[in-house]
T-cell receptor, first 115, second 116 residues
Framework: GDSVTQMEGPVTLSEEAFLTINCTYTATGYPSLFWYVQYPGEGLQLLLKATKADDKGSNKGFEATYRKETTSFHLEKGSVQVSDSAVYFCALSGFSSGSARQLTFGSGTQLTVLP | NAGVMQNPRHLVRRRGQEARLRCSPMKGHSHVYWYRQLPEEGLKFMVYLQKENIIDESGMPKERFSAEFPKEGPSILRIQQVVRGDSAAYFC??????????????FGPGTRLTVL
């Protein structure tokens, strides 16, 4: 079945540092790929997405490129802020189980940014 | 434009009681998904519903768990005879559905269930 492997956390960075969170996936066909962010006590918010190979998703300074050859969708940001502290989830949406569009999530990476 | 609503936000039950979690999708959305997040883990898919239909329940435990999405009213996730292992955050998501091969899912704030 589909699976997502995400970089283990927690990750602690100083403000303005460069961020990379690795994500690789296993899926049949051509899944859509997502990064979600979860702030403390809240639900998940979609951060960015890519629906086909070589697409680059971007939002709020975060970027990720859908690499089919390496089955990866690594999240990057050039200069993190304290307000970026949250848990980040990589996810994919495939077409397993017939027409269902369930999301398959990685285990999440806790990011803490220190001032 | 209200987002996905879930209630209660926190629910405490004793072992053997029933837990009933509610989810109101975004306006205009006809597809609902339930996910469970165990402590220190990612979210795991449970069930996918459209109005009055269960489309995919491959992630639901075989016993004690059920879900519905009636023609009127919220979607309900029901857990009978709860056990300590059911303690988790339960998230609902909704999407508009339709013919697109991709439909973004919008998540609610979750219900945190604690079983004593």
């Amino acid at each position: 079945g589909d699976s997502v492997t995400q970089m283990e956390g927690p990750v602690t960075l100083s403000e303005e540092a460069f961020l990379t969170i690795n994500c690789t996936y296993t899926a049949t066909g051509y899944p859509s790929l997502f990064w979600y962010v979860q702030y403390p006590g809240e639900g998940l918010q979609l951060l960015l997405k890519a629906t086909k190979a070589d697409d680059k998703g971007s939002n709020k300074g975060f970027e990720a490129t859908y690499r089919k050859e390496t089955t990866s969708f690594h999240l990057e940001k050039g200069s993190v802020q304290v307000s970026d502290s949250a848990v980040y989830f990589c996810a994919l949406s495939g077409f397993s189980s017939g027409s269902a569009r369930q999301l398959t999530f990685g285990s999440g990476t806790q990011l803490t940014v220190l001032p | 434009n209200a987002g996905v609503m879930q209630n209660p936000r926190h629910l405490v039950r004793r072992r053997g009681q029933e837990a009933r979690l509610r989810c109101s999708p975004m306006k205009g959305h006809s597809h609902v998904y339930w996910y469970r997040q165990l402590p220190e883990e990612g979210l795991k898919f449970m069930v996918y519903l459209q109005k009055e239909n269960i489309i995919d329940e491959s992630g639901m435990p075989k016993e004690r768990f059920s879900a519905e999405f009636p023609k009127e009213g919220p979607s309900i996730l029901r857990i009978q005879q709860v056990v300590r292992g059911d303690s988790a955050a339960y998230f609902c998501a909704s999407s508009p559905g339709g013919g697109s091969s991709y439909n973004e899912q919008f998540f609610g704030p979750g219900t945190r269930l604690t079983v004593l």
